[in-house]
């Protein structure tokens, strides 16, 4: 029985893999390792072979995950890093090691399975990256994501309150679709202008994954093509480990 983690900003998202099937879960973490990790390891009741992991939590926070999955299943952790290449793609990054790695997993799982792309993950941070047709990682950009926006513009805004109401591209009747909208449309503005400009710039064929926590909000107004993977990340961990 395998475990694939993967520690984002926000979130921690796990897949268990055996005989008996695959069983996948995930929550919101807010640094409380011992709580976000309790039901991927209740999962291996039968015990892990191996348990891999892809964090950006930070170097404390993974020798803190490291401890306590090797305590709670006797089985060391192994926590992969991005690199200069690998798996066919080449990092632009000058210290590779500072690319997210949940973002470099995306990429290599493109690459593999899609060749050039461009990948939009819809997390706590809104990021878009490109890879072309030689397998070279072209560079990216990372925005705030619609939920660190509303935040933030809530903050800072005296008397603002905001209702639930699902955002759509029109204008607000209320103050509350008047941020929702405008944020969602100030998004979807701002992935599509790259996503075009991208397009020129690598082959026609290149597909657009879209994955992360707010990619249903967000894709539903996309006018362009598009595939919705929203365990992209989990697959190129595991593509990583099955090569071990």
């Not at 990682?137 to 935040?151: A, D, K, Q, T």
């Not at 513009?153 to 679709?177: F, I, K, N, W």
Request: glycine share 12%.
């Amino acid at each position: 029985m395998k475990l694939f983690v993967d520690v984002g900003n926000t979130a921690l998202k796990w897949r268990r893999r055996g005989a008996d099937g695959t069983v996948q879960g995930g929550a919101a973490h807010g640094r409380d390792w011992p709580r976000a990790l309790q039901a991927p390891l209740d999962a291996g009741a039968a015990g892990f072979e191996q348990i891999w992991v892809a964090s950006v939590a930070g170097a404390e926070a993974d020798e803190r995950i490291g401890a306590l999955i090797e305590a709670r299943t006797g089985v060391p952790p192994r926590f992969y890093y991005s690199r200069q290449e690998d798996f066919g793609v080449s990092n632009c990054y000058p210290e590779p090691r500072r690319l997210g790695v949940d973002r470099w997993v995306a990429l290599v799982e493109c690459w593999q399975r899609f060749g050039a792309g461009i990948i939009i993950d819809c997390g706590s941070a809104l990021t878009i990256d490109a890879i072309d047709g030689e397998g070279r990682f072209l560079g990216g950009y990372i925005v705030p994501g619609l939920g660190m926006l509303r935040s933030a513009l809530l903050r800072d805004t005296a008397d603002v309150h905001v209702d639930q109401a699902r955002p759509r591209l029109t204008l607000g009747r209320s103050t509350g679709e008047c941020v929702h909208n405008g944020l969602l449309r100030m998004s979807v503005a701002f992935v599509t202008d790259v996503v075009v400009e991208l397009r020129e710039r690598l082959p026609d064929t290149c597909k657009v994954l879209v994955t992360g926590g707010d990619a249903d909000e967000l894709s539903s107004a996309f006018s362009f093509e598009f595939m919705h993977l929203p365990d992209l990340v989990l697959d190129g961990l595991e593509r990583v480990a099955a090569r071990q």
